[in-house]
């Protein structure tokens, strides 16, 4: 009886992990950018579209439930 008890109430916690990263709100946590530089800016002759191109730097971070680097 005790063993069934640990195994459902191992499956249950197991479970509590996966659903509270799947509904974590990501827009909480801190973004990875690091740094933004803009290196060139163009703008079309009506002055209604810019287009701008920036360098931007990110801090690595490893998501451990995924496994991969960003």
Known sequence: M????WIMLSFGVIFL???MNHFLDKSQQ???MILSVSLTTS??????????VKKM???QTTDYFDYEQK
């Not at 005790?2 to 008890?5: A, S, T």
């Not at 079309?44 to 287009?51: E, L």
Request: hydrophobic share 35%.
């Open 2 to 5: 005790k063993k069934w008890l």
């Open 17 to 19: 992990v996966f659903v």
């Open 30 to 32: 801190q973004p990875n």
């Open 43 to 52: 703008t079309s002759p009506n002055q209604r579209n810019i287009v701008e």
């Open 57 to 59: 730097l990110y801090k």
